[in-house]
């Protein structure tokens, strides 16, 4: 049941390197998060630089479908945070924006997935890990519609859709994996007032919690747009090269042909 999701020449050797990318994530979320929950719109902006300085750090040791995932899932991400936030207000950040750190961090949180996702740790005890995250889950869920003061039926809605990529996806590793660093970046995030989900979602007009317990689920639609649309991706830039790469190989052959005259 817990294949393998396409991996298009992932390199199995560097397995140190999957944690690392893990505990760096884990790691600068936490920082970024707490210090962003008093800081100035301009320390904001220079955690958005850094985010994309360690994006681009990680990704320089990875394959090219790799890194058009982390793009599609950063492209995706961040429409969904504009649509979702600004205009919809389904949660707010403290200055009412997508801050600068948000679409890197997308990656970040895409490439641990990714990462964990295919480590030896997540392979050897795929079931074990599957059963504490459905439990986990399905607990504090249930908490949302019994005993929390502010009730999250949303969240219990979201981990039904959880439980669905979860079981029917095509990557249900880097599903289970996106569960562990959206659910810390969630909570540290509304623990220290970095954002905040409203009261009632504006969508469904029905009561959530800050953050809702399913909301990996929404991770898991950027996790899956982002493994789905890749190979395309590839594909259409693979054509669009085509053209250039025969005026190329023309210019060549004629360079060649000149100089055999001479």
């Known amino acids: 049941m817990f294949r393998y ?5 992932v390199d199995y050797r560097h397995q140190y390197r999957d944690y690392f990318i893990a505990a760096f994530t884990f790691l600068c979320v936490a920082v970024c998060l707490v210090v962003d929950a008093d800081a100035s719109l301009q320390k904001q902006n220079a955690l958005g630089v850094c985010g994309w300085v360690f994006l681009i750090g990680l990704l320089l040791g990875e394959c090219k479908f790799v890194r058009m995932q982390v793009i599609i899932a950063i ?4 429409i969904g945070e504009h649509f979702a936030s600004p205009y919809m207000g389904g949660y707010t950040y403290r200055f009412e924006n997508v801050p600068a750190y948000v679409p890197p961090g997308h990656g970040m949180v895409y490439l641990t997935a990714v990462a964990l996702g295919r480590s030896g740790f997540f392979h050897r005890h795929a079931r074990a890990i599957a059963f504490f995250v459905v439990s986990a889950c399905g607990l504090w869920s249930l908490w949302g519609v019994t005993f929390a003061e502010r009730g ?4 219990a809605l979201l981990f039904c859709v959880f439980l669905v990529y979860l079981f029917k996806g095509r990557s249900p590793l880097l599903y289970l994996a996106a569960f562990f660093i959206t659910t810390w970046l969630e909570l540290i995030g ?14 469904l007009d029905l009561p959530q919690g800050n ?45 060649q042909g000149v100089s055999a005259g001479d």
């Not at 999701?5 to 020449?9: E, I, R, S």
């Not at 999250?152 to 969240?155: P, T």
């Open 5 to 9: 999701f396409p991996d298009a020449g």
């Open 75 to 78: 492209i995706f991400a961040t």
């Open 152 to 155: 999250d039926v949303v969240g």
């Open 190 to 203: 509304t623990a220290v007032g970095t954002w905040h989900w409203a009261v009632i979602d504006p969508v």
């Open 211 to 255: 953050p809702p317990s399913g909301v990996a689920a929404w991770y898991c639609l950027v996790d899956a747009v982002a493994l789905g649309g890749a190979p395309y991706a590839l594909a259409a830039l693979q054509k669009m090269k085509k053209p250039w790469l025969f005026i190329k190989e023309r210019r060549q052959r004629a360079y």
